[in-house]
């Protein structure tokens, strides 16, 4: 049985290659897009953070160059600042950013969604010390704007001396999508000279010139911001540009911030690295404590690092001028301090002090597989030999005893989670909830589920060949809040219905019903002539999820969510019900918004669940029990989503799907399936803005056979059958559709 289980991610979208989270540590500079000026990826969660530094209350935010993908309130692509958003094309516009009173730093984030993208943005931040509520005198535009291969600028008035008090802006747009850098070339340069160029100076990607520059002198930009500072618990750090090699004149630190003193040290996982090889690692190196680090020493291998005393620990990426290399790709995860990761320390100690990498043999109570967690409300759950690989041909069970009475839902923290993928998790899985989880799942990616019985029993299975990392869980047993998030029994919600004619309600209704709901209610058979209860749906709204995973109420043993009322056809309620009217004699003469379901026993209990977050109105739904004469046959039932006789194993392939973007696989895929499938995939209209369905098929290849007499998949009538070449689309309409799998 599958229960509800709540998966959330935070903050742990996969990016381009893991981290993307930037630091101006000096207070002023310039940051740009991922990839700039090359269009930036999809997915993208970027933060920008400039540190204040002095007295600076505010940055004069200047965009060089900035487009993101258009959309309205920004809703798509957006660099976020503040309450502030901004997409399309800024090019040449100027904001002041403030700082916020109670933090030291202004972040800027940078979202991007799944499909279009941009050019990106180039943008430069200075601080303004002591300005906040003035503004500088500008006297008079100077602006020059350029797009050719080669050209010359010449400052106001040359060679005249320049006036005072002039702000200066020359705009170099590339002159073709090949070009990849700026070459200047000064012919004459003369600037008033001072301590850092705070008077007068030239401004190129954030660094300042000043004083006199030989004639002939060559000056290439800056390289692109590349300081990474992260507090996650675990993801990948690239060098920038990987795999691509990487540029030469970059010095990048790595910043990685300890969420909390519960955590006592960092483990990488170099998967690549490959960085210009000297007998000292004096060129390019990355520096890990006192260590240097080059070529290939660390591809493959594992360090740990501990914190500062700041509860920091930083890593420095340097390159010269010449010859470069592909660059680096780790895994890093903070581990927490305590048994759970103390496993390596011992043996660590001194191989650790000679080369810094962990050694490969773990103790052995790390292999142990069986655990449990009698009555604590907080603890960590790992894989054998974890953080090395997993062990094959494993089954462990990780049994968790309820710590008390107070206790309603259980959450799952992952740290780390990589398992061997397959198509329904058949080779290598962790199996909660009656689901099987394999696969990667970002760091900080949870799960909470109820837990109502004295134990929940966890399993990991591994198969005979092929392991991976394996997992680190945090587990936690939350108690309920208070009464208004406790399950409501018999005194709440249970009902008992003994009259022919029946109105039936959820909590509340029309207003949303409570979380955390077990209602059960009972119709008694008014006389045994009774053969089938009559269910008019004057409205039913309950949240929408796969399967009806969530919130649900349950006929028969089958779960009904989602949005239908009065006003839902026959056909769609047909549909909804996996109904047939081409088989039957019941249907489009039924009442609109109607179904019939068996009542053979004295007594048919129907029963509602709601999880513990989000609600809808609920329902209201009509009752009416009906008789059968003995000589007249039955009209047949509607089965709600069960698609099958309740001993018919087909209804296990059959699926429910209420999402925007879904996958539907044949069963067993992609081995072959099974004889006399009859399953049927449900699309429900995912919100009132969606008014078609496109089905891409990815693989394609069912037997066609008497021309899709035998095996087909039938969308909207069309029956397809064959194979079709990969990215063939077809599209529907329906607000709802079913779409039968069937093969003889």
């Known amino acids: 049985m599958t229960e509800a289980v709540r998966c959330l991610t935070a903050d742990s979208r996969l990016v381009h290659q893991g981290v993307c989270d930037y630091c101006l540590f000096d207070g002023e500079g310039n940051f740009t897009s991922y990839g700039y000026p090359l269009d930036y990826p999809a997915l993208l969660e970027c933060t920008y953070r400039v540190k204040r530094v002095g007295d600076a209350c505010s940055l004069r935010v200047y965009f060089h160059d900035f487009d993101l993908e258009e959309s309205p309130a920004c809703r798509n692509d957006y660099l976020a600042v503040g309450d502030r958003r901004f997409c399309g094309r800024r090019r040449g516009h100027t904001e002041t950013v403030d700082f916020p009173k109670d933090r030291d730093e202004v972040t800027f984030y940078f979202h991007t969604n799944p499909v279009a993208t941009g050019k990106g943005f180039w943008i430069e931040v200075t601080r303004r010390p002591g300005?906040?509520?003035?503004?500088?005198?500008?006297?008079?535009?100077?602006?020059?704007?350029?797009?050719?291969?080669?050209?010359?600028?010449?400052?106001?008035?040359?060679?005249?001396?320049?006036?005072?008090?002039?702000?200066?802006?020359?705009?170099?747009?590339?002159?073709?999508?090949?070009?990849?850098?700026?070459?200047?070339?000064?012919?004459?340069?003369?600037?008033?000279?001072?301590?850092?160029?705070?008077?007068?100076?030239?401004?190129?990607?954030?660094?300042?010139?000043?004083?006199?520059?030989?004639?002939?002198?060559?000056?290439?930009?800056?390289?692109?911001?590349?300081?990474?500072?992260?507090?996650?618990?675990?993801?990948?750090?690239?060098?920038?540009?990987?795999?691509?090699?990487?540029?030469?004149?970059?010095?990048?630190?790595?910043?990685?911030?300890?969420?909390?003193?519960?955590?006592?040290?960092?483990?990488?996982?170099?998967?690549?690295?490959?960085?210009?090889?000297?007998?000292?690692?004096?060129?390019?190196?990355?520096?890990?404590?006192?260590?240097?680090?080059?070529?290939?020493?660390?591809?493959?291998?594992?360090?740990?690092?501990?914190?500062?005393?700041?509860?920091?620990?930083?890593?420095?990426?340097?390159?010269?001028?010449?010859?470069?290399?592909?660059?680096?790709?780790?895994?890093?995860?903070?581990?927490?301090?305590?048994?759970?990761?103390?496993?390596?320390?011992?043996?660590?100690?001194?191989?650790?002090?000679?080369?810094?990498?962990?050694?490969?043999?773990?103790?052995?109570?790390?292999?142990?597989?069986?655990?449990?967690?009698?009555?604590?409300?907080?603890?960590?759950?790992?894989?054998?030999?974890?953080?090395?690989?997993?062990?094959?041909?494993?089954?462990?069970?990780?049994?968790?005893?309820?710590?008390?009475?107070?206790?309603c839902h259980l959450e799952l923290v992952f740290a780390s989670f990589d398992v061997e993928s397959s198509p329904g998790c058949q080779y290598d899985y962790l199996e909660f909830g009656g689901q099987r989880h394999c696969g990667s799942l970002p760091a900080d990616h949870s799960c909470v589920m109820d837990f109502r019985e004295p134990q929940k029993v966890m399993r990991f299975h591994t198969d005979d060949s092929l392991s991976d990392r394996g997992f680190h869980i945090a587990v936690r047993q939350n108690e309920c809040d208070d009464a208004t998030t406790t399950p409501q029994d018999g005194d709440g919600c249970d009902e008992t219905i003994n009259k022919q004619e029946a109105m039936l309600q959820s909590v509340n209704f029309p207003a949303n019903y409570a979380n955390n709901l077990e209602c059960r209610y009972t119709v008694r058979k008014m006389s045994s002539s009774v053969c089938r209860l009559e269910m008019n749906f004057e409205r039913f709204d309950v949240e929408s999820s796969t399967d009806c995973e969530y919130d649900y109420l349950d006929i028969d043993g089958h779960r009904l969510c989602g949005i239908f009322s009065r006003n839902t056809t026959a056909d769609q309620l047909s549909v909804l019900h996996a109904y047939n009217p081409s088989k039957h004699d019941f249907g489009r003469s039924a009442p609109v918004g109607a179904g019939m379901y068996d009542f053979d026993e004295n007594e048919k209990q129907l029963r509602f669940h709601s999880d513990a977050a989000n609600s809808r109105p609920g329902f209201q739904i009509r009752l009416r029990q009906v008789e059968c004469a003995d000589e007249s046959p039955r009209p047949p039932p509607f089965r709600p989503l069960g698609l099958s006789p309740a001993g018919d194993t087909h209804h296990k392939c059959d699926k429910i799907l209420t999402t925007r973007l879904f996958d539907v696989r044949s069963p067993n895929y992609p081995g072959g399936y099974a004889e006399n499938l009859d399953c049927k995939y449900i699309v429900f209209q995912a919100s009132r803005d969606v008014c078609s369905i496109e089905f891409t098929f990815i693989d394609f290849d069912v037997d066609k056979e008497n021309e899709c007499f035998s095996d087909f998949l039938e969308i909207d009538g069309e029956r397809v059958c064959g194979v079709l070449p990969p990215g063939s689309k077809r599209k529907s309409h329906a607000l709802l559709a079913l779409c039968p799998f069937d093969v003889d």
């Open 131 to 407: 300005v906040c509520n003035t503004r500088k005198n500008v006297v008079g535009p100077c602006e020059e704007r350029h797009s050719q291969e080669e050209f010359q600028l010449w400052s106001p008035g040359f060679p005249e001396p320049y006036g005072n008090n002039q702000k200066c802006w020359y705009y170099i747009r590339r002159a073709v999508d090949a070009v990849c850098g700026l070459e200047l070339t000064f012919l004459h340069f003369d600037l008033e000279q001072s301590d850092g160029c705070v008077y007068d100076y030239l401004d190129v990607d954030g660094q300042k010139l000043c004083g006199y520059i030989t004639p002939g002198g060559v000056l290439l930009p800056p390289p692109p911001l590349c300081d990474i500072c992260t507090d996650r618990l675990s993801d990948d750090i690239t060098s920038y540009g990987f795999p691509t090699a990487y540029r030469g004149n970059m010095l990048c630190r790595v910043t990685i911030s300890r969420p909390s003193d519960a955590f006592c040290s960092v483990e990488l996982h170099f998967r690549e690295f490959d960085v210009e090889e000297t007998p000292r690692c004096d060129r390019d190196f990355l520096q890990i404590d006192r260590d240097r680090y080059c070529g290939t020493m660390l591809r493959g291998h594992r360090k740990r690092i501990v914190y500062d005393t700041e509860g920091n620990a930083e890593m420095v990426f340097k390159t010269d001028e010449s010859v470069s290399g592909k660059g680096f790709h780790m895994r890093f995860h903070q581990l927490p301090c305590g048994a759970a990761h103390r496993d390596p320390v011992a043996t660590a100690a001194t191989t650790t002090a000679a080369s810094g990498i962990l050694p490969p043999d773990p103790p052995r109570e790390a292999l142990l597989c069986d655990q449990r967690f009698d009555g604590q409300r907080e603890f960590y759950v790992q894989s054998p030999n974890y953080p090395s690989h997993y062990l094959n041909s494993q089954d462990c069970r990780y049994v968790i005893t309820k710590a008390g009475d107070d206790v």
